[in-house]
Protein backbone atom coordinates (compact mmCIF):
# COMPACT_ATOMS: atom_id res chain seq x y z
CA UNK A 1 0.00 0.00 0.00
CA UNK A 2 1.88 3.06 -0.58
CA UNK A 3 0.30 6.45 1.22
CA UNK A 4 0.67 9.75 0.33
CA UNK A 5 1.60 11.32 3.75
CA UNK A 6 0.53 14.79 4.61
CA UNK A 7 3.44 15.21 6.63
CA UNK A 8 4.03 19.41 7.28
CA UNK A 9 7.98 18.86 6.77
CA UNK A 10 7.83 16.83 4.14
CA UNK A 11 4.92 16.91 1.90
CA UNK A 12 5.85 14.84 -0.84
CA UNK A 13 7.46 11.85 0.89
CA UNK A 14 5.82 8.98 -0.14
CA UNK A 15 5.84 5.98 2.51
CA UNK A 16 5.64 2.49 1.03
CA UNK A 17 3.81 0.38 3.98
CA UNK A 18 4.17 -3.03 3.41
CA UNK A 19 1.53 -5.39 5.38
CA UNK A 20 2.35 -9.03 5.64
CA UNK A 21 -0.85 -10.54 4.65
CA UNK A 22 -2.61 -14.43 5.56
CA UNK A 23 -1.33 -15.08 1.75
CA UNK A 24 2.03 -14.05 2.63
CA UNK A 25 2.07 -16.00 5.81
CA UNK A 26 0.59 -19.09 4.33
CA UNK A 27 3.11 -18.83 1.38
CA UNK A 28 5.61 -19.23 3.88
CA UNK A 29 4.78 -21.82 5.50
CA UNK A 30 3.49 -23.91 2.78
CA UNK A 31 -0.23 -24.82 3.73
CA UNK A 32 -3.31 -22.88 4.51
CA UNK A 33 -4.35 -21.49 7.93
CA UNK A 34 -7.70 -23.14 9.26
CA UNK A 35 -8.95 -24.37 12.15
CA UNK A 36 -9.93 -28.40 13.29
CA UNK A 37 -12.73 -27.63 15.67
CA UNK A 38 -12.84 -30.94 17.83
CA UNK A 39 -16.61 -31.27 19.93
CA UNK A 40 -18.10 -33.88 21.95
CA UNK A 41 -18.83 -34.77 25.41
CA UNK A 42 -16.37 -34.73 28.40
CA UNK A 43 -14.13 -37.85 27.91
CA UNK A 44 -14.76 -38.24 24.38
CA UNK A 45 -11.13 -37.77 23.75
CA UNK A 46 -11.11 -34.19 22.01
CA UNK A 47 -7.62 -33.11 23.49
CA UNK A 48 -5.73 -36.76 23.12
CA UNK A 49 -6.79 -36.64 19.25
CA UNK A 50 -6.27 -32.65 18.56
CA UNK A 51 -2.62 -33.49 19.90
CA UNK A 52 -2.24 -36.56 18.43
CA UNK A 53 -3.09 -35.08 15.07
CA UNK A 54 -0.95 -31.87 15.92
CA UNK A 55 2.11 -34.41 16.51
CA UNK A 56 1.76 -36.03 12.92
CA UNK A 57 0.85 -32.62 11.45
CA UNK A 58 4.27 -31.35 13.14
CA UNK A 59 6.16 -34.86 11.90
CA UNK A 60 5.23 -32.75 8.15
CA UNK A 61 6.46 -30.03 8.64
CA UNK A 62 2.79 -28.07 9.39
CA UNK A 63 2.93 -25.23 11.59
CA UNK A 64 0.35 -26.26 14.42
CA UNK A 65 -0.96 -25.24 17.80
CA UNK A 66 -3.36 -26.64 19.52
CA UNK A 67 -6.20 -24.72 21.44
CA UNK A 68 -7.58 -26.14 24.63
CA UNK A 69 -9.04 -25.56 28.04
CA UNK A 70 -5.53 -26.39 29.41
CA UNK A 71 -3.78 -23.08 27.87
CA UNK A 72 -6.92 -20.68 27.59
CA UNK A 73 -9.12 -21.81 31.08
CA UNK A 74 -6.80 -20.09 33.17
CA UNK A 75 -5.73 -17.35 31.19
CA UNK A 76 -7.68 -15.98 28.65
CA UNK A 77 -10.77 -17.01 30.10
CA UNK A 78 -10.17 -17.00 33.55
CA UNK A 79 -12.65 -14.68 34.47
CA UNK A 80 -15.57 -17.05 33.21
CA UNK A 81 -17.54 -20.27 34.59
CA UNK A 82 -19.37 -23.09 33.57
CA UNK A 83 -22.82 -20.94 33.08
CA UNK A 84 -24.45 -21.28 29.96
CA UNK A 85 -23.53 -17.48 29.32
CA UNK A 86 -20.23 -18.35 30.05
CA UNK A 87 -19.60 -20.93 27.98
CA UNK A 88 -21.02 -18.67 25.31
CA UNK A 89 -18.25 -16.20 25.58
CA UNK A 90 -15.80 -18.65 26.06
CA UNK A 91 -16.58 -20.30 22.89
CA UNK A 92 -16.99 -16.97 21.31
CA UNK A 93 -13.22 -15.94 22.72
CA UNK A 94 -12.27 -19.18 21.41
CA UNK A 95 -13.20 -18.77 17.78
CA UNK A 96 -11.71 -15.33 17.76
CA UNK A 97 -8.88 -16.30 18.67
CA UNK A 98 -8.78 -19.50 16.19
CA UNK A 99 -9.45 -16.64 13.64
CA UNK A 100 -6.37 -14.54 14.60
CA UNK A 101 -4.35 -18.02 14.39
CA UNK A 102 -5.41 -18.73 11.04
CA UNK A 103 -4.62 -15.12 9.97
CA UNK A 104 -1.16 -16.29 11.11
CA UNK A 105 -1.50 -18.97 8.66
CA UNK A 106 -1.39 -22.10 11.96
CA UNK A 107 -3.34 -25.03 11.12
CA UNK A 108 -5.33 -24.72 14.17
CA UNK A 109 -6.83 -27.16 16.45
CA UNK A 110 -8.95 -26.56 19.43
CA UNK A 111 -10.72 -29.22 21.92
CA UNK A 112 -13.68 -27.96 23.77
CA UNK A 113 -16.98 -29.88 24.75
CA UNK A 114 -18.71 -26.60 22.88
CA UNK A 115 -21.81 -28.12 23.59
CA UNK A 116 -24.19 -25.55 22.23
CA UNK A 117 -24.95 -26.27 18.00
CA UNK A 118 -25.51 -21.94 17.88
CA UNK A 119 -22.21 -21.32 19.35
CA UNK A 120 -20.57 -23.81 16.70
CA UNK A 121 -22.67 -22.27 14.14
CA UNK A 122 -20.98 -18.84 15.32
CA UNK A 123 -17.91 -20.29 14.94
CA UNK A 124 -18.04 -21.47 11.36
CA UNK A 125 -19.73 -18.36 10.22
CA UNK A 126 -16.69 -16.22 11.96
CA UNK A 127 -14.05 -18.35 10.45
CA UNK A 128 -15.66 -19.36 6.89
CA UNK A 129 -14.39 -22.33 4.84
CA UNK A 130 -11.33 -22.47 7.44
CA UNK A 131 -13.34 -23.77 9.80
CA UNK A 132 -13.79 -28.04 9.94
CA UNK A 133 -16.08 -29.17 12.53
CA UNK A 134 -14.67 -32.59 13.68
CA UNK A 135 -17.15 -34.53 16.15
CA UNK A 136 -15.66 -36.98 18.38
CA UNK A 137 -18.60 -39.25 18.75
CA UNK A 138 -18.33 -41.18 21.78
CA UNK A 139 -21.77 -42.24 23.73
CA UNK A 140 -22.55 -41.00 27.34
CA UNK A 141 -22.44 -44.32 28.29
CA UNK A 142 -19.03 -44.61 27.30
CA UNK A 143 -17.77 -41.81 28.42
CA UNK A 144 -18.89 -41.94 31.69
CA UNK A 145 -17.76 -45.78 32.10
CA UNK A 146 -14.05 -44.23 31.23
CA UNK A 147 -14.67 -41.48 33.95
CA UNK A 148 -10.85 -40.45 33.33
CA UNK A 149 -11.29 -37.39 35.55
CA UNK A 150 -13.44 -38.46 37.81
CA UNK A 151 -16.43 -35.94 36.90
CA UNK A 152 -19.45 -37.90 36.03
CA UNK A 153 -19.08 -39.58 39.52
CA UNK A 154 -19.59 -36.09 40.93
CA UNK A 155 -21.83 -34.52 38.43
CA UNK A 156 -24.19 -37.55 39.19
CA UNK A 157 -23.76 -36.91 43.16
CA UNK A 158 -24.40 -33.36 42.39
CA UNK A 159 -20.99 -31.85 43.51
CA UNK A 160 -21.03 -30.54 39.75
CA UNK A 161 -23.50 -28.64 38.34
CA UNK A 162 -24.64 -27.77 34.49
CA UNK A 163 -22.78 -30.44 33.43
CA UNK A 164 -22.76 -31.57 29.78
CA UNK A 165 -24.74 -35.35 29.24
CA UNK A 166 -25.92 -35.18 32.70
CA UNK A 167 -27.12 -31.80 33.73
CA UNK A 168 -26.62 -29.63 30.59
CA UNK A 169 -27.61 -30.37 27.17
CA UNK A 170 -24.87 -31.67 24.24
CA UNK A 171 -26.10 -30.58 21.13
CA UNK A 172 -24.30 -32.88 18.19
CA UNK A 173 -23.36 -31.72 15.09
CA UNK A 174 -25.81 -31.98 11.88
CA UNK A 175 -22.95 -31.67 9.48
CA UNK A 176 -19.60 -31.95 10.99
CA UNK A 177 -16.98 -32.49 8.15
CA UNK A 178 -15.57 -35.65 10.01
CA UNK A 179 -17.31 -37.57 12.70
CA UNK A 180 -14.60 -39.78 13.91
CA UNK A 181 -15.72 -42.96 16.48
CA UNK A 182 -13.78 -42.17 19.26
CA UNK A 183 -15.54 -44.90 21.29
CA UNK A 184 -14.82 -47.45 18.98
CA UNK A 185 -11.50 -46.98 17.28
CA UNK A 186 -8.10 -46.12 18.53
CA UNK A 187 -6.94 -42.85 18.81
CA UNK A 188 -4.42 -44.28 15.18
CA UNK A 189 -7.44 -44.87 13.85
CA UNK A 190 -8.86 -41.50 14.41
CA UNK A 191 -5.85 -40.02 13.49
CA UNK A 192 -5.65 -41.61 9.84
CA UNK A 193 -9.28 -40.57 9.15
CA UNK A 194 -8.59 -36.97 9.55
CA UNK A 195 -5.26 -37.14 8.11
CA UNK A 196 -6.76 -39.03 4.91
CA UNK A 197 -9.59 -36.17 4.76
CA UNK A 198 -7.17 -33.09 4.79
CA UNK A 199 -5.22 -34.54 1.94
CA UNK A 200 -8.23 -35.01 0.29
CA UNK A 201 -9.44 -31.92 0.58
CA UNK A 202 -5.66 -30.58 -0.08
CA UNK A 203 -5.09 -29.28 2.68
CA UNK A 204 -2.00 -30.86 3.53
CA UNK A 205 0.32 -32.98 1.39
CA UNK A 206 0.74 -36.69 1.67
CA UNK A 207 3.63 -37.23 4.31
CA UNK A 208 7.19 -36.24 4.01
CA UNK A 209 6.52 -33.57 1.91
CA UNK A 210 4.89 -30.12 2.82
CA UNK B 1 4.99 -38.55 27.40
CA UNK B 2 4.04 -42.32 28.19
CA UNK B 3 0.66 -42.92 29.96
CA UNK B 4 -0.65 -46.42 31.34
CA UNK B 5 -4.80 -46.40 30.55
CA UNK B 6 -6.56 -47.82 32.64
CA UNK B 7 -8.84 -49.81 29.65
CA UNK B 8 -10.80 -52.64 30.91
CA UNK B 9 -10.77 -53.99 27.14
CA UNK B 10 -6.74 -53.14 27.11
CA UNK B 11 -5.32 -53.15 30.61
CA UNK B 12 -1.80 -53.19 29.64
CA UNK B 13 -1.97 -51.20 25.93
CA UNK B 14 0.58 -48.76 26.35
CA UNK B 15 -0.27 -45.06 24.45
CA UNK B 16 2.57 -42.91 23.62
CA UNK B 17 1.24 -39.24 23.32
CA UNK B 18 3.63 -37.24 21.55
CA UNK B 19 3.18 -33.48 22.75
CA UNK B 20 4.43 -30.83 20.69
CA UNK B 21 5.94 -28.35 22.45
CA UNK B 22 7.08 -24.74 22.03
CA UNK B 23 10.56 -25.55 21.87
CA UNK B 24 9.78 -27.96 19.13
CA UNK B 25 7.76 -24.91 17.12
CA UNK B 26 10.81 -22.93 17.91
CA UNK B 27 13.12 -25.35 15.96
CA UNK B 28 10.32 -25.73 13.21
CA UNK B 29 10.72 -21.93 12.98
CA UNK B 30 14.39 -21.49 13.17
CA UNK B 31 13.80 -18.39 15.87
CA UNK B 32 12.43 -18.23 19.28
CA UNK B 33 8.63 -16.88 20.23
CA UNK B 34 8.44 -13.42 21.62
CA UNK B 35 5.99 -10.25 22.11
CA UNK B 36 7.31 -6.94 20.65
CA UNK B 37 4.93 -4.84 23.02
CA UNK B 38 4.61 -0.99 21.31
CA UNK B 39 2.54 1.36 23.58
CA UNK B 40 2.59 4.71 23.56
CA UNK B 41 -0.05 7.53 22.67
CA UNK B 42 -2.82 7.76 19.87
CA UNK B 43 -0.69 9.29 16.60
CA UNK B 44 2.65 7.76 18.15
CA UNK B 45 2.91 5.57 15.31
CA UNK B 46 2.74 1.96 17.16
CA UNK B 47 0.95 0.19 14.10
CA UNK B 48 2.56 1.80 11.51
CA UNK B 49 5.99 1.05 12.91
CA UNK B 50 4.92 -2.73 14.08
CA UNK B 51 3.36 -3.52 10.39
CA UNK B 52 7.27 -2.29 8.90
CA UNK B 53 9.35 -4.12 11.07
CA UNK B 54 6.72 -7.37 10.70
CA UNK B 55 7.43 -6.63 6.86
CA UNK B 56 11.17 -6.33 7.52
CA UNK B 57 11.35 -9.49 9.96
CA UNK B 58 8.54 -11.69 7.51
CA UNK B 59 11.44 -10.92 4.52
CA UNK B 60 14.13 -12.41 6.46
CA UNK B 61 11.97 -15.95 6.56
CA UNK B 62 10.84 -15.08 10.52
CA UNK B 63 6.98 -16.40 11.13
CA UNK B 64 5.16 -13.17 12.52
CA UNK B 65 2.13 -11.84 14.00
CA UNK B 66 1.02 -8.46 14.36
CA UNK B 67 -2.06 -7.87 17.13
CA UNK B 68 -3.56 -4.62 17.23
CA UNK B 69 -6.58 -2.56 17.77
CA UNK B 70 -7.81 -3.66 13.89
CA UNK B 71 -8.20 -7.45 14.56
CA UNK B 72 -9.23 -7.78 18.02
CA UNK B 73 -11.33 -4.04 18.97
CA UNK B 74 -14.11 -5.81 16.60
CA UNK B 75 -13.30 -9.61 17.72
CA UNK B 76 -12.17 -10.70 20.58
CA UNK B 77 -12.65 -7.68 22.80
CA UNK B 78 -15.66 -6.40 20.28
CA UNK B 79 -17.58 -6.26 24.20
CA UNK B 80 -15.08 -4.15 25.72
CA UNK B 81 -15.17 0.09 25.52
CA UNK B 82 -13.55 2.23 26.87
CA UNK B 83 -13.67 2.59 30.68
CA UNK B 84 -10.25 2.04 32.62
CA UNK B 85 -11.89 -1.33 33.83
CA UNK B 86 -12.37 -2.28 29.97
CA UNK B 87 -9.01 -0.86 29.01
CA UNK B 88 -7.57 -3.44 31.63
CA UNK B 89 -9.33 -6.22 30.30
CA UNK B 90 -8.71 -5.39 27.15
CA UNK B 91 -5.21 -5.08 27.73
CA UNK B 92 -5.11 -8.76 29.78
CA UNK B 93 -6.77 -10.61 27.06
CA UNK B 94 -4.48 -9.18 24.47
CA UNK B 95 -1.04 -10.00 26.80
CA UNK B 96 -3.05 -13.69 27.17
CA UNK B 97 -3.26 -14.00 23.56
CA UNK B 98 0.27 -12.71 23.29
CA UNK B 99 1.12 -15.57 25.15
CA UNK B 100 -0.77 -18.42 22.91
CA UNK B 101 1.43 -16.86 19.91
CA UNK B 102 4.38 -17.23 22.20
CA UNK B 103 3.78 -20.92 22.73
CA UNK B 104 3.49 -21.38 19.00
CA UNK B 105 6.58 -19.72 17.98
CA UNK B 106 5.47 -16.54 16.67
CA UNK B 107 7.58 -13.42 16.84
CA UNK B 108 4.68 -11.59 17.64
CA UNK B 109 3.83 -7.85 17.77
CA UNK B 110 1.38 -5.98 19.40
CA UNK B 111 -0.15 -2.29 19.18
CA UNK B 112 -1.93 -0.59 22.06
CA UNK B 113 -1.83 2.65 23.31
CA UNK B 114 -1.70 0.17 26.82
CA UNK B 115 -1.40 3.46 29.33
CA UNK B 116 -1.25 1.84 32.43
CA UNK B 117 1.71 1.15 33.98
CA UNK B 118 0.32 -1.57 36.05
CA UNK B 119 -1.37 -3.82 32.71
CA UNK B 120 2.06 -3.42 31.03
CA UNK B 121 3.55 -4.79 34.14
CA UNK B 122 1.22 -7.78 34.26
CA UNK B 123 2.09 -8.55 30.83
CA UNK B 124 5.64 -8.63 31.48
CA UNK B 125 4.69 -11.03 34.36
CA UNK B 126 2.76 -13.41 32.31
CA UNK B 127 5.40 -13.25 29.14
CA UNK B 128 8.73 -13.69 31.33
CA UNK B 129 11.30 -12.65 29.01
CA UNK B 130 9.49 -13.16 26.10
CA UNK B 131 8.36 -9.39 26.46
CA UNK B 132 10.02 -6.50 24.47
CA UNK B 133 8.20 -3.46 25.76
CA UNK B 134 9.05 -0.76 23.16
CA UNK B 135 8.25 2.70 23.69
CA UNK B 136 6.84 5.12 20.84
CA UNK B 137 7.72 8.24 22.46
CA UNK B 138 5.98 10.61 20.66
CA UNK B 139 5.34 14.31 22.87
CA UNK B 140 1.66 14.95 22.88
CA UNK B 141 2.25 18.17 20.86
CA UNK B 142 3.03 16.42 18.49
CA UNK B 143 0.65 13.66 18.31
CA UNK B 144 -1.90 16.33 18.53
CA UNK B 145 -0.49 18.14 15.70
CA UNK B 146 -0.69 15.29 13.55
CA UNK B 147 -4.27 13.86 15.23
CA UNK B 148 -4.33 11.61 11.73
CA UNK B 149 -7.97 10.42 12.48
CA UNK B 150 -9.42 13.49 14.05
CA UNK B 151 -9.23 11.97 17.58
CA UNK B 152 -7.64 14.49 19.43
CA UNK B 153 -9.85 17.31 17.62
CA UNK B 154 -13.15 15.31 19.15
CA UNK B 155 -11.33 14.72 22.70
CA UNK B 156 -10.87 18.47 23.24
CA UNK B 157 -14.42 19.33 21.87
CA UNK B 158 -15.49 16.97 24.88
CA UNK B 159 -17.43 14.11 21.93
CA UNK B 160 -14.72 11.53 23.27
CA UNK B 161 -14.54 10.88 26.56
CA UNK B 162 -11.23 9.55 28.75
CA UNK B 163 -9.06 9.91 25.97
CA UNK B 164 -5.45 8.64 26.54
CA UNK B 165 -3.31 12.20 26.99
CA UNK B 166 -6.30 14.54 27.65
CA UNK B 167 -8.69 13.07 29.76
CA UNK B 168 -7.27 9.95 30.75
CA UNK B 169 -3.10 9.38 31.96
CA UNK B 170 -0.37 7.77 29.64
CA UNK B 171 2.00 6.42 31.79
CA UNK B 172 5.12 6.14 30.23
CA UNK B 173 7.75 2.59 30.90
CA UNK B 174 10.29 3.48 32.99
CA UNK B 175 12.10 0.15 32.02
CA UNK B 176 11.47 -0.55 28.20
CA UNK B 177 13.81 -2.33 26.34
CA UNK B 178 13.74 0.05 23.23
CA UNK B 179 12.61 3.61 23.06
CA UNK B 180 12.29 5.30 19.79
CA UNK B 181 11.51 8.49 18.96
CA UNK B 182 8.56 8.04 16.45
CA UNK B 183 8.36 12.23 16.87
CA UNK B 184 11.48 12.83 15.44
CA UNK B 185 12.77 10.12 13.46
CA UNK B 186 11.97 8.51 10.06
CA UNK B 187 9.85 5.11 10.56
CA UNK B 188 13.06 3.31 8.63
CA UNK B 189 15.52 4.42 11.25
CA UNK B 190 12.73 3.27 13.75
CA UNK B 191 12.83 0.04 12.06
CA UNK B 192 16.88 0.10 11.91
CA UNK B 193 17.30 0.38 15.44
CA UNK B 194 14.38 -2.31 16.66
CA UNK B 195 16.39 -4.92 13.91
CA UNK B 196 19.73 -4.34 15.51
CA UNK B 197 18.27 -4.60 19.37
CA UNK B 198 16.84 -8.09 17.83
CA UNK B 199 20.38 -8.96 16.21
CA UNK B 200 21.81 -7.47 19.44
CA UNK B 201 20.08 -10.00 21.80
CA UNK B 202 20.28 -12.74 19.66
CA UNK B 203 16.45 -13.32 18.89
CA UNK B 204 17.30 -13.19 15.01
CA UNK B 205 20.36 -13.59 13.33
CA UNK B 206 21.44 -11.01 10.19
CA UNK B 207 19.39 -10.49 7.10
CA UNK B 208 19.51 -12.89 4.80
CA UNK B 209 20.03 -16.30 6.86
CA UNK B 210 17.09 -17.14 9.75
Chains 1, 2 share one sequence.
Request: one cysteine or more; a negative charge.
Amino acid sequence: MTVLKNDKKSPNVVWHESQVTRDMRESQNGHRGAVLWFTGLSGAGKSTLANAVEARLHAMGVHTFVIDGDNVRHGLCADLGFSDADRVENIRRVAEVAGLFVQAGILTLTAFISPFRADRTQARKLLGNAFVEIHCDTSLDVCESRDVKGLYKRARAGEITAFTGISSPYEPPEHAEIVVQTGSQTIAQCVDEIMQWLVAQGMIHTEGEV
